[in-house]
């Protein structure tokens, strides 16, 4: 179906900061464009007023207990299968196939890693991220970088190739007529037609095959409840337990494409990736040393069993005639007595709570509410509920956003970290703060409801469906919908990060002062530099992007808008010579998709 018949028949789909509604709503007779009966707006909780009159009624969204914080967009390196060369450039139009040199960071960038960008039509643009150049294709089959595209060349679709080996791999294609193959004769790259593959041949078909290493991931923090501590990687890449949630206690769970397995490293460290050997030794190290040492930097997180609360890591140690988790494979564990970290053979007798991981996204659901043209920010001071727009970020404007137990209609509560204290209104507009420990439950003046539109988020009191605005002047309040006020009635979310410190920004100072200085250097975390908007909602880390574990699930043919998720099937397509077109088109709306462990940060809706 053509791109503008999908919007004509299919209304957007609502995913944000909070929302789980990746659904199509189809748009029936005698329904509105949210799939609702013309009659379910009576239920003004749900719809959309004076306020907006070009909406009717919009769902209401759906809480997650945790989100994610998933760095955007997707970057890789493609790997010609069967190889170890990854597709490379040069700065000036040579593509060519080279050892790999990517890392895990998007700062430390090599002249293998692209980053995916999804396009309205369902393709996608591979940009590198070093040259900043993208990959083109012309009408003849050459294969060139290039700083800016041209009649779609530099646009590509990727399919999953439907073969029997362990590891997943694609055929990219070119967007143009032609629907040309990218293909790698040794250190060669051309885009070659279909019928002029031979895809009887096995050794002729790993030239069109592709894997998939994502340098990007889910960032997280991994605590140990047993010690109430996170696991931390200081400079030297040494691994210790800490009671901080700082940039160097950060974990970036990365897809590797070969099951659900993932690669963990130190947000802090490029070139690091944890590490076990067979002997049960744990430590960080490069891809390079874990191949010397043996050691496997593939792990596998999972549910943990028997009654404990959280997850176990699994490190993947492949045997003679296995690569998956479930053979193999050793549980990460913190030693108590001895201080270290190590990995025990996977015996569900030998689990306990030193077993047990507990995994919180980067931001540990803490936001700052900042106005829709962003000019303030909410603050919790103690003249009373107002905004700030003052540059810096104040302990004052820090929000967690709390879900409410039970409640069918999403609510949640607004948690200041500086006054401890939640937000409340009633039913004449003040806005104040209550302690945590008054019984306002009975009321619920403390619940909020977040409505995401277009153009923001409306914060809406559960009870009196009043908006909260921020006026011109004066102090904050919630007025009637439909009011016209002097002030602003959107808001955006903007994720409360740590600081990120690496090894190559600390490189100008002694070893020994870095040492000393460790806890309190520290530079801002530039959050435009991955991908994440600085006053975006919190949902945009993910949203108008792959995520790394949807592009392994799902062929880049389904329609994006900025509001929009890839997830899809797993099943596979291989293009043929018969049918050159032939493409897996993700089904947006089957929760049969998706990967039902991710995030992992939501492990506990797992």
């Not at 792990?299 to 959280?310: E, H, M």
């Not at 004066?474 to 409360?496: A, C, D, F, M, Y």
């Not at 018969?578 to 462990?597: Q, Y």
Request: proline letters at 4%.
């Amino acid at each position: 179906m053509a791109p503008d018949a999908n919007k004509k028949n299919k209304a957007l789909l609502h995913v944000g900061a909070f929302l789980d509604t990746t659904v199509i709503y189809e748009t029936n007779p005698g329904k509105n464009a949210a799939g609702l009966q013309e009659n379910d707006c009576n239920d003004t909780s749900g719809c959309v007023t004076e306020e907006e009159p070009s909406l009717e009624c919009v769902l209401q969204p759906r809480l997650l207990t945790d989100f994610s914080y998933v760095e955007n967009p997707v970057r890789c390196s493609l790997r010609c299968q069967g190889t170890t060369k990854h597709l490379a450039c040069n700065g000036k139009s040579a593509v060519f196939l080279q050892d790999s040199l990517a890392t895990s960071s998007s700062s430390s960038s090599s002249n293998d890693e692209f980053a995916i960008l999804p396009q309205a039509d369902g393709s996608v643009l591979l940009r590198n991220t070093k040259t900043q150049q993208y990959l083109c294709s012309s009408t003849k089959g050459s294969v060139y970088a290039s700083e800016t595209g041209c009649d779609g060349m530099e646009q590509w679709i990727m399919t999953t190739n439907n073969d029997t080996s362990k590891e997943r791999s694609y055929a990219v294609l070119s967007s143009s007529v032609s629907q040309r193959v990218l293909t790698c004769s040794g250190n060669t790259i051309h885009a070659a037609l279909p019928e002029d593959i031979n895809i009887c041949n096995p050794k002729r078909r790993q030239t069109i095959s592709w894997s998939l290493e994502f340098t990007s991931g889910e960032l997280c923090f991994m605590s140990l409840p047993l010690m109430n501590k996170q696991v931390r990687c200081n400079l030297i890449g040494e691994l210790s337990l800490s009671t901080n949630f700082q940039g160097w206690e950060a974990w970036r769970f990365s897809e590797t494409g070969q099951h659900d397995n993932v690669r963990i490293s130190p947000w802090a460290h490029s070139e690091l990736f944890l590490a076990s050997n067979e002997d049960g030794v744990v430590s960080c190290c490069t891809k390079e040393e874990s191949a010397i040492q043996g050691s496997s930097t593939i792990w596998n997180v999972q549910k943990a069993p028997n009654g404990l609360y959280g997850v176990v890591i699994k490190a993947v140690v492949p045997t003679s005639s296995t690569s998956t988790a479930t053979a193999g494979s050793r549980v990460l564990r913190y030693d108590c007595h001895q201080q270290c970290f190590c990995t025990i053979p996977d015996t569900a007798l030998l689990l306990d709570e030193s077993c047990v991981w507990d995994l919180e996204s980067l931001h540990r659901q803490t936001y700052y509410l900042v106005t829709a043209d962003n000019a303030r920010r909410l603050e919790g001071a103690k003249r009373g509920i107002t905004t700030r727009g003052y540059p810096g970020r104040l302990i004052t404007e820090e929000w967690k956003i709390e879900p409410v137990p039970g409640s069918p209609k999403g609510a949640v509560r607004l948690y200041s970290n500086a006054r401890q204290q939640y937000l409340v209104s009633n039913q004449d507009g003040e806005v104040s703060l209550r302690p945590h420990n008054e019984p306002s439950e009975r009321d619920g003046s403390d619940h909020w409801v977040m409505e995401e539109r277009e153009d923001g988020i409306v914060v809406r009191a559960y009870q009196t469906k009043r908006v909260l605005v921020a006026p011109d002047k004066g102090p904050v309040s919630t007025v009637e919908p439909g009011t016209i006020v002097h002030g602003n009635t959107r808001w955006r979310l903007e994720p409360k990060t740590p600081r990120q410190v690496s090894k190559e920004k600390l490189q100008g100072v002694g070893g020994a002062v870095a040492v000393g200085i460790i806890g309190t250097v520290a530079t801002p975390l530039l959050i435009g530099a991955i991908g994440i908007g600085s006053i975006g909602v919190a949902g945009q880390v993910a949203i108008g992007s792959i995520r790394a574990v949807e592009a392994l699930n799902t062929v880049t043919q389904v329609t994006l808008s900025s509001s929009q998720l890839m997830i899809g099937d797993s099943s596979s397509t291989f293009l043929s010579s018969a049918d050159s077109t032939s493409r897996l088109v993700g089904s947006a709306g089957n929760d049969g998709g998706k990967n039902k462990t991710r995030p992992f940060c939501s492990w506990r809706s797992w």
